[in-house]
């Protein structure tokens, strides 16, 4: 299945239609570059974070992404598919947006050095 045949997901704010920014977290996460794969966040007042760069998405991130929006469990198995750089993408993104109670992700760099 190429990307051409994958149905587009529009992903709306139900709170505010017409917005392009939806909460996440203690930010607001970009609609817009959600659907080009990318995650970018903002301050309530819609301002850059200064401490937080955008993360370029693979599918597997963003299908994690899609369902914290969507308030759907995470489960293990979703995380544990993901390579070493994917986990520490979502690994920043749930540690800057501060939604750790929703998914916890057992971090390996901090169990690697132990070892």
């Given at each position: ?14 709170l ?61 198995e ?38």
């Amino acid at each position: 299945m190429t990307d051409k045949d994958e149905p587009k997901m529009i992903l709306v704010n139900k709170l505010e239609p017409m917005s392009e920014f939806i909460p996440f977290g203690r930010y607001l996460l970009s609609l817009k570059q959600l659907q080009k794969n990318r995650f970018m966040l903002r301050t309530k007042a819609k301002n850059p974070i200064l401490s937080f760069k955008t993360i370029l998405l693979t599918k597997k991130t963003k299908a994690i992404v899609q369902n914290l929006l969507r308030q759907n469990p995470i489960s293990y198995e979703d995380i544990d598919a993901l390579d070493q750089e994917e986990k520490e993408q979502i690994d920043t993104i749930v540690s800057k947006t501060e939604i750790t109670d929703r998914l916890k992700i057992p971090n390996t760099k901090k169990n690697e050095t132990r070892a």
